[in-house]
């Protein structure tokens, strides 16, 4: 089992920055990669980005240059920095291991709303 919170959401307008930040109860070194996902109103939850334990990261096409996950392994901790958000990034965002059995437990996210 493993708790994951996340962190740091918020109204922002349009063009403005948000940092999200997640806690993993259990070592995220222990997975291979970690991964941002969000679910926005009337879609399916999908993944955003990912990082590996090695530092490789990931991105869908229409965040590219604008998001950037990391990781602190000795925090258990990923971050999510998301620059020039625009509407259609209004989401909940949630935190997980992609393909593992950590995506049995999901924590509740948190809101981003970007919106003037």
């Known amino acids: 089992q493993v708790q994951l919170v996340e962190s740091g959401g918020g109204l922002v307008q349009p063009g403005g920055s948000l940092r999200l930040s997640c806690a993993a109860s259990?070592?995220?070194?222990?997975?291979?990669?970690m991964g941002w996902y969000r679910r926005a109103p009337g879609k399916q939850r999908e993944l955003v980005a990912t990082?590996?334990?090695?530092?490789?990261?990931t991105y869908i096409d229409s965040v590219k240059g604008r998001f950037t996950i990391s990781r602190d392994n000795a925090k258990n901790t990923v971050y999510l920095q998301m620059n020039s958000l625009k509407p259609e990034d209004t989401a909940v965002y949630y935190c997980?291991?992609?393909?593992?059995?950590?995506?049995?437990?999901w924590g509740q996210g948190t809101q981003v709303t970007v919106s003037s």
């Open positions: 259990r070592s995220i070194f222990s997975v291979n990669a």
């Open positions: 990082i590996t334990s090695g530092g490789t990261t």
């Open positions: 997980n291991a992609p393909a593992t059995s950590w995506t049995l437990y």
